[in-house]
């Protein structure tokens, strides 16, 4: 979360993360020096997809406490459990299936305890699932799109809808994508360079193994 913190201040400062790391930041004086200490990998640029920092933006609009992410997430989990519960009983499932999601310790201990995004990227995959399973198939590749553009995982939900036929959405698709990355795209190939050492020399932290 001090990343997040930094990313999201250098964003409001006009400053590109994706091509100064948090160890050469100007924004240092106007932060806590406890957060510029505790942020890992300080001299890797940002990793995330672009719609991961505007929110960081946001959030740091607020506060540059780690409770507001925290808080955040808190109410990203919330909503993704609101929309679950809305596709059980759109589905006829019993109700009281929504306890194995909510009592699941993952949940208030690394998305809310950390303050990750996960949970923001797991809230639009539940929002697109819910748009889909009422026909608004656009809305819903949105979402998805949205998803990734938070965490590129969610990317598996988007075969759900669509189809190679299927011109129009994947478009739209297209159409997300290319708005989340302009804000950034002074940063040309550097938009991908920490992304690429977190596959190649840290394996997505062991996920992969």
């Known amino acids: ?19 100064v790391p948090p160890a050469r930041s100007s924004v240092g ?17 940002a990793i995330y ?23 955040a997430m808190l109410l990203a989990e919330l909503t993704g459990l609101l929309l679950v519960l809305g596709l059980l009983v759109r589905s006829e499932f019993p109700r009281s299936w929504i306890l194995f999601a909510a009592w699941n310790p993952l949940g208030p201990l690394f998305g809310v305890g950390e303050g990750h995004h996960d949970f923001l990227m797991a809230a639009l995959v539940a929002a697109a699932l819910w748009l889909w399973a009422h026909e608004r198939v656009g809305g819903g590749v949105v979402a998805a799109v949205m998803a990734a553009m938070i965490k590129p995982f969610a ?16 478009a739209l698709s297209g159409i997300v994508v290319l708005l989340a990355y302009v804000p950034f795209l002074g940063a040309g190939l550097a938009l991908f360079r920490s992304a690429g050492r977190f596959g190649t020399e840290m394996h997505f932290n062991g996920a992969l193994e």
């Open 49 to 71: 997809p672009p719609l991961t920092l505007l929110v960081e933006a946001g959030i740091t609009h607020v506060t540059v406490d780690p409770l507001g992410f925290k808080l």
């Open 1 to 19: 979360v001090n990343r997040y913190i930094v990313e999201g201040t250098q964003v409001r400062a006009g400053e590109n993360p994706y091509v």
């Open 155 to 170: 990317l598996v939900s988007l075969p759900a809808k669509l189809r190679p036929t299927d011109t129009w959405h994947w």
């Open 29 to 45: 004086d106007e932060l806590p020096p406890e957060v510029l200490a505790g942020v890992n990998h300080p001299e890797w640029t």
